[in-house]
């Protein structure tokens, strides 16, 4: 399976601070005012409010930075 | 490997009309300005602008709607 695993760190922090958010995402779709709505492969579905700093995707990776 | 095929729409259309941009991306960066630097994983790279319309992971399918 190709989902990735979602990070997060706060406003200007290094990557080496970022957090687990959702693991075995499979769907990311933007939401209005700056959110994104994350649906795992089990069904669990987070919002998170940030952007997207980088994605790996054969890393499984993907960093967002929250808004401040 | 779980690299993604990217495929564009342009303002306003619908996702059956989206075209493809790069197969096989590994990575994905936001540049300046509402525009994104994309990498397959044969090294391949394109900027692309415009913003992320969804993700679809496990079926290697991300799509970007170009800026007007």
């Known amino acids: 399976m190709c989902e990735s695993n979602i990070y997060v760190v706060g ?6 601070s970022a957090q687990l958010f959702l ?5 990311l779709l933007p939401e209005e005012a700056g959110s ?3 649906t795992s ?4 579905q987070k919002i998170l409010s940030g952007r997207i700093r980088s994605m790996h995707l054969v890393d499984h990776r993907i960093i967002f930075e929250r808004s401040a």
Chains 1, 2 share one sequence.
């Open 11 to 16: 406003p200007g922090e290094d990557d080496e």
């Open 23 to 27: 693991e075995a995402v499979d769907e």
């Open 41 to 44: 492969i089990f069904g669990e």
């Open 36 to 38: 994104w709505r994350v």
